[in-house]
């Protein structure tokens, strides 16, 4: 989620919040690492990016003051050698392991043995899981309903809605009032994408 964040949004939030020449350079970064990251990495392309992370970096240290370049930032010229040596980066990433790590950090219950309790936490978690699959009629892990239920609801057959209901509603509710401009803009989101306005569309 961090570099979804890193590559498709900071370069909108930017746009409108810092100058020109600062914000360029903070785009060409988002979109550095937006290529680095994709799915297919070609030797070519790589080698340019190389070029281009140079030059990026070139233009932030005309910007920003020197003790902003630390080693973290000198590492992003190393980047795409280490693409080019180890393949694409989604096999590589340290997401799903530190977001391992912090589930075992909370099952420490004793700070003077980290270990232990991280153990008996795991232990202890296995065997319940093991144990919630053979039980019938009670809330486990497996059989829980989920905290978004998008599953249709059944509709009787008698009973034709325009809109027909989907999803189910969980937890409290709010209510708020659209202004005239959002008012227009579902209005015309409804007559443009229902199925029964299609014949007067045509």
């Known amino acids: 989620m961090t570099h979804i964040l890193m590559e498709q949004f900071l370069p909108l939030a930017m746009r409108n919040t810092l100058p020109k020449e600062v914000c360029s350079v903070l785009i060409d970064l988002c979109l550095f690492f937006r290529k680095l990251c994709n799915n297919v990495l070609k030797i070519d392309e790589l080698d340019e990016l190389q070029s281009i992370v140079v030059l990026t970096l070139c233009h932030m240290e005309m910007l920003f003051p020197p003790s902003f370049f630390t080693v973290m930032v000198h590492l992003v010229v190393h980047l795409v050698e280490d693409a080019k040596l180890g393949g694409p980066v989604q096999y590589r990433w340290m997401y799903p392991i530190e977001r391992y790590l912090r589930k075992l950090k909370s099952y420490v219950r004793n700070k003077a043995q980290a270990e232990g309790s991280i153990a008996g936490g795991y232990m202890a978690e296995e065997a319940l899981t093991f144990c919630s699959r053979y039980l019938d009629g009670i809330e486990t892990v497996f059989n829980r309903l989920h905290r978004v239920n998008d599953e249709p609801a059944i509709v009787p057959s008698n009973e034709n809605t325009l ?35 299609d014949p007067f569309l045509q």
């Open 163 to 197: 809109f027909p209901p989907v999803g189910k509603p969980v937890g409290g509710f709010t209510y708020f009032t659209l202004s005239t401009k959002e008012k227009l803009q579902v209005h015309r989101h409804v007559l443009t994408n229902c199925i029964i306005v």
